[in-house]
């Protein structure tokens, strides 16, 4: 990815700002400059919108043979969560045993490393989600504590 699209796409990837339709109030991530819904209505008039970055797990898979650039994360945990806002997003659960992961399980979102462009380029950093603590928290045999570190090969 370009540097100067690296910058643009900050807000989404950082702090998972969508967009809100005025007229039906429609939430959409990512954001949109139209809404599918009220379509030529909302044209020049969707509104950047914070979302709160907690949801539910929709649906799941464990991932055993990973893509490129993630070999050392296996087996690891891609997801739908459907957020509090009612919009969707494809996310990697973190914190999680792979097996303990089910449909409906809370989860938050989190800062975390993606990858990063050989050994001096640029270190892309997003969002990726773990299981809710406290009140709705999930039962203690799926939290997992801070995964250590792994070195390259």
Request: with cysteine; net charge positive; proline share 10%.
């Amino acid at each position: 990815m370009a540097v100067p699209r690296f910058w643009r796409e900050q807000p989404q990837r950082y702090r998972l700002v969508g967009t809100e339709c005025p007229k039906c109030k429609g939430v959409y991530f990512p954001p949109r400059s139209v809404c599918p819904t009220c379509r030529r209505a909302s044209v020049g008039k969707m509104r950047p919108r914070q979302l709160a970055g907690r949801g539910k797990i929709l649906t799941f898979t464990v991932v055993h043979q990973p893509a490129d650039g993630f070999e050392l994360q296996v087996p690891y945990v891609m997801a739908i969560v459907e957020l509090d806002e009612g919009c969707r997003v494809m996310t990697q659960i973190v914190n999680a045993d792979p097996g303990a992961v089910r449909s409906g399980l809370p989860v938050e979102a989190c800062f975390r490393r993606i990858r990063e462009d050989g050994k001096s380029g640029v270190i892309y950093y997003g969002y990726k989600f773990r299981p809710v603590r406290g009140k709705t928290a999930t039962p203690p045999s799926v939290i997992v504590e801070a995964q250590p570190r792994r070195r390259r090969a």
